[in-house]
């Protein structure tokens, strides 16, 4: 792990406040594109395929899109959704999930449902099966057995011992006590600039005491040090022009039990209109719900305003909210996926990418006959950094 990503103070910030755009990413579709299309979120390539094939034989949009989100969440190593992903603070995976048919205008969600794994299957089931839209906890992981969805444990082991080192990294009384031959003394004149490594240190110790096997180890203390975000959303759009689209997550890992982000918001983690369009976001949950991003994004392309600019100027709404400090909006990330009635679609994030991925970009899926990863366009030039910011 390299203690780089510390230092905040990115060189290539030094974009002029007034240009918003970063230029110079991969063109994306304006006039419209080819169908059917479906666009994802990255960790939905593997599973464009299968989806691709159902919507070009006749399947239905909404389906094809939760085929596609499926894949993630029952991947037990996709920490960002589903079966495996990061808990809540008390060690509960708490699931939120929203998807929207745009032939039939309808719509449903769950948010907070613990031992539950296909929340996105389950938001559909709200929308055919009740006169609901959403329903949240103990009730909606009701509903979900009522509706024959297998109850099980979440928490795989590598989320469970991940978790249980956040426990130990912030908590006084996880980890071990004074009387434990383990405990070790915090040096309290250690300078300053030294506490950053002796934290590394301990976390080491710590995931070692844990069980945390070695390979292993580096993940964990990032994902303690910065809690990741992560979730799929996914529209597909077939050859009538219908188009669906929903959005899967665990939320932000170690979050308040109950805390809903934008995921399972309608209008929020994802909107579709069948008139017009369809979008999803991933990223600072927080923050989406403030701009309503999807919800705005579908309203700038029924005021004619292009894919890309469509979501930039959501995106632009999130800058306002902090009027433009990017001392703060370097803890903000946010992808938006836009996919239009007539298939042009783009991908824009605030930031070119975390600075945690390495120097991975952010990306969105797509499948339109060719299945490939496209760069998004981002209004910053650098990368975003995990909130919170550690040590304090
Ligand atoms: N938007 C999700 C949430 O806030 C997290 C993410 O997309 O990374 O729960």
């Not at 009740?130 to 444990?153: I, K, W």
């Not at 009387?179 to 506490?195: C, G, I, K, T, V």
């Not at 999803?280 to 923050?287: D, H, I, K, P």
């Not at 979501?311 to 903000?332: H, P, S, T």
Request: glycine letters at 12%; proline letters at 6%; one cysteine or more.
């Amino acid at each position: 792990m390299t203690l780089s990503r510390r230092n905040f103070v990115v060189s290539s910030l030094a974009v002029s406040a007034r240009s918003l755009l970063h230029p110079g990413m991969s063109p994306q579709a304006v006039a419209g594109g080819k169908l059917p299309i479906i666009v994802s979120a990255a960790n939905g390539y593997n599973y464009l395929d299968e989806a691709y094939s159902f919507l070009s034989g006749g399947g239905d949009t909404l389906d094809a899109a939760l085929k596609v989100v499926q894949g993630p969440e029952n991947d037990p190593n996709d920490q960002s959704v589903g079966l495996g992903g990061h808990p809540n603070e008390e060690g509960v995976v708490e699931l939120d999930a929203c998807s929207m048919h745009g032939p039939t205008r309808t719509a449903g969600a769950v948010g907070g449902v613990r031992n539950i794994k296909n929340v996105s299957l389950l938001s559909n089931a709200v929308r055919l099966h009740t006169g609901h839209v959403m329903l949240v906890g103990e009730g909606a992981e009701r509903f979900a057995v009522a509706q024959g969805f297998p109850r099980e444990n979440l928490l795989t082991d590598k989320s469970r011992k991940e978790w249980l080192l956040w426990k130990a990294a912030h908590s006084a009384w996880w980890g071990p006590g004074i009387s434990s031959p383990e405990w070790r003394a915090p040096n309290a004149r250690q300078a300053h600039a030294d506490r950053w490594e002796s934290e590394i240190g301990r976390l080491n110790q710590l995931a070692a005491d844990i069980g945390i096997v070695p390979g292993l180890r580096a993940e964990a203390i990032r994902n303690v040090i910065f809690p990741p975000t992560g979730t799929i959303h996914c529209s597909a759009l077939n050859r009538k022009g219908e188009i669906s689209g929903c959005t899967t997550t665990s939320g932000l890992a170690w979050k308040i039990p109950g805390r809903l982000g934008d995921s399972p918001i309608i209008g929020a983690g994802c909107y579709t209109d069948q008139d017009i369009g369809s979008a999803g976001a991933t990223g600072s949950g927080e923050e989406n719900i403030k701009v309503a991003g999807a919800h705005t994004i579908v309203e700038n392309l029924r005021r004619g305003m292009p894919p890309r600019e469509a979501g930039l100027e959501a995106l632009r709404r999130i800058v306002r909210n902090y009027n433009g400090d990017r001392d703060r909006l370097q803890f903000v990330d946010m992808v938006y996926y836009i996919l239009r009635k007539d298939g042009a679609y783009a991908g824009v994030s605030l930031w070119e990418g975390y600075a945690d991925n390495g120097d991975k970009p952010h990306q969105i899926a797509v499948h339109d006959g060719e299945k490939r990863l496209e760069k998004t366009v981002s209004v910053f030039a650098g990368r975003s950094h995990e909130w919170p910011p550690m040590p304090r």
